[in-house]
């Protein structure tokens, strides 16, 4: 008997809630992205990747596996496998962030994205379940492995427009939660797809004890993983410009070469094109600076 929540609603609650959370942290990421250029702009898309591959999908997956048990068998986990399955997340999911954001948010570069990070992930999780060593043969339904893929594609998708069209607070919230819920649906289709019986998964059957980790050792390199990721992410978030704080400097400094390059204009007009919001301390001591030397000038 194959069992998906041994610890009842503990594992899928929590690996919700950690979904959620990589989520919302990736588009704020690809939120802040916008604002910048080059290797900034760079940067912000692939810490968005790495908190939506990294802590969205493949953190929530191993945590959901917490609650996967099957009657009378071992379960290890290989560890090579596992961790590229979390390469493989990361590395999509940038993928398709980089594409939507070079294509500016057109239709089909969008859904090219979307189905390249979309069979990425579904590879991911297919690729972390291969991981998985038992000495009880498995199988798949072919029907819910494909339904499976479709959520995956159809998720990518959204999220990859969600994360080009998220510009407030709230809007954010809401387009994490149905992060969440996609890529948890994406997750608990494949798994009921999982038969016992003769299978492709049958290969890593055998009488003698498993190889590798248990799901429970498992648990504090991803408990780490979570923790120093989560921490660099709110850190370097923290410590970075607010996005209206960028946006009123670029202001300011605009309205300042257009004030330079205009000396012999009236002050009316050079006032006029001042920034409305931000830095009006500097402003000011600028237009005093401007006539000041028109007045030594003259």
Request: net charge positive.
């Amino acid at each position: 008997m194959i069992e998906h929540f041994a610890y009842g609603a503990l594992t899928p609650i929590l690996s919700f809630v950690l979904s959620f959370v990589g989520c919302a942290a990736g588009l704020s990421c690809t939120a802040r992205a916008r604002l910048y250029e080059g290797r900034r702009r760079s940067l912000w898309l692939w810490l968005g990747a790495l908190a939506i591959g990294g802590t969205g999908v493949w953190v929530m997956h191993f945590v959901a596996m917490l609650g996967f048990s099957v009657e009378g068998a071992e379960i290890r986990y290989d560890i090579p496998l596992t961790l590229l399955s979390a390469v493989i997340a990361v590395v999509v999911v940038a993928a398709g962030l980089f594409l939507v954001d070079r294509s500016q948010g057109r239709l089909r570069p969008l859904l090219v994205g979307g189905t390249t990070a979309g069979l990425g992930v579904t590879s991911m999780h297919y690729l972390g379940m291969r991981a998985m060593h038992t000495n009880v043969p498995l199988s798949y339904a072919p029907g819910l492995v494909l339904l499976s893929v479709v959520i995956g594609v159809v998720a990518a998708s959204a999220a990859l427009w969600l994360s080009y069209r998220v510009r407030t607070l709230a809007l954010g919230v809401v387009a994490a939660v149905v992060m969440g819920i996609a890529v948890s649906g994406m997750h608990y289709t494949g798994m009921a797809a999982m038969r016992m019986g003769d299978g492709d998964h049958a290969a890593h059957a055998s009488s003698q004890t498993p190889q590798g980790l248990t799901a429970g050792e498992l648990l504090v390199p991803l408990a780490l993983f979570l923790f120093f990721s989560t921490l660099a992410l709110v850190v370097t978030v923290l410590l970075a410009r607010a996005p209206g704080e960028v946006r009123a400097d670029r202001e300011f400094d605009a309205w300042r070469d257009r004030l330079r390059g205009s000396d012999g204009a009236e002050d009316a007009d050079a006032t006029s094109v001042a920034p409305a919001q931000g830095s009006s301390d500097l402003a000011r001591r600028d237009v005093q600076d401007q006539r000041a030397r028109r007045a030594t000038g003259r």
